[in-house]
């Protein structure tokens, strides 16, 4: 057949419903068989239960959207046997031992199987007023400040970046308000915004870096001011509105708390589940220490010819 021919077949193929059929009816089945295994039957003995036919053909019309035909349910059959097969196989010749990705798999599923398994009840009034009382560390405001900047970097302009931006001051307060489009044609590009809105104080630590959010720190809303230096350069800076640290009412936060109180409920019941687990086994932990392995030695040095 040439290569002609060999793309005709192909086509035909990828038109073919049965075959879309086979490759989603196969996933989704596969799915289904990762996450619900069959019960183990006996040695040497693979049972299809009427149960599993019928899943099957649930599978086949969720598919195709129309009642299976007996070819489309002995297909995936077929391709419940071979699965069932090779796994048997598998684990005959003790391929799920030391096999790190198999390993890695069945803890997945165990987790999947006994992490979150029923969601915690949502709490009380009370239930969520004592949580946020005991917790109220973790819902603080933090501290935060709105305010602009221009740029002007070294790279670009050298020894007078910090001059030119000292300069650039009293334009800036001719101006007035100006965009943070028009503040981005004043001085030089940076990757960072113009304006930042209510920015809690460590962020400006990490977006700058200590020196500029240690300058920015004093400056009062209002008129623009500086140079200050950052980790990219000088920056002239127009501090807008800053708000301090202070703790919320309750109903600030409301949403926040009862996220958190349910998933440390969620984690509380994952971990007692896994502790019955653990309980099953005698943990037996060799705290002998390991002997160092011996030093390699040294390759006996040869001489050289000249």
């Known amino acids: 057949m040439g290569l002609q021919g060999t793309d005709l077949v192909l086509t035909r193929l990828i038109k073919d419903p049965l075959v879309h059929f086979l490759v989603v009816g196969a996933a989704i089945f596969a799915v289904s068989y990762w996450l619900n295994p069959p019960e183990a039957d006996s040695a040497g003995q693979i049972t299809i239960t009427a149960d599993d036919v019928e899943k099957m053909r649930n599978t086949i019309e969720l598919v195709q959207g129309r009642a299976p035909t007996r070819e489309e349910v ?10 069932e097969v090779m ?9 799920d031992r030391d096999d790190t990705l198999v390993r890695n798999r069945l803890i ?17 009034e009370a239930e969520l007023e004592t949580y946020f009382a005991a917790q109220a560390g973790r819902f603080r405001i933090p501290a935060r400040v709105t305010f602009e900047h221009v740029f002007f970097g070294a790279e670009r302009r050298g020894e007078r970046a910090r001059a030119d931006a000292a300069a650039a001051i009293a334009g800036l307060q001719r101006r007035g308000a100006l965009s943070p489009t028009e503040l ?8 960072l915004w113009n304006r930042y809105d209510a920015m ?5 630590a990490l ?3 200590d020196e500029f959010a240690a300058g920015l720190a004093p400056i009062e809303p209002g008129a623009w001011q500086g140079p200050i230096q950052s980790r990219y350069g000088w920056h002239v800076v127009r501090v807008v509105e800053r708000s ?26 994952n971990e007692a589940r896994y502790r019955a687990m653990r309980e099953r086994y005698d943990v037996v ?22």
């Not at 002995?74 to 699965?83: G, N, P, W, Y």
């Not at 809690?200 to 400006?204: A, E, F, K, Q």
């Open 244 to 269: 301090a640290e202070r703790q919320p009412a309750l109903d600030e936060v409301r949403e926040a708390v009862q996220t958190a109180y349910l998933n440390e409920r969620r984690d509380a019941e």
């Open 184 to 191: 981005a044609k004043v001085g030089d590009p940076l990757p």
């Open 207 to 209: 977006a700058f870096g």
């Open 285 to 306: 932990i060799d705290t002998t220490p390991v002997a160092p392995a011996p030093a390699a030695a040294a390759p006996a040095a040869t001489e050289t010819s000249r």
């Open 74 to 83: 002995d297909k995936l059959i077929e391709v419940r046997i071979r699965e």
């Open 87 to 95: 796994y048997r196989e598998a684990l005959a010749a003790g391929l």
């Open 108 to 124: 997945e599923k165990m987790r999947f199987l006994t992490e979150n398994v029923a969601e915690p009840p949502a709490p009380t």
């Open 200 to 204: 809690p104080d460590r962020d400006v």
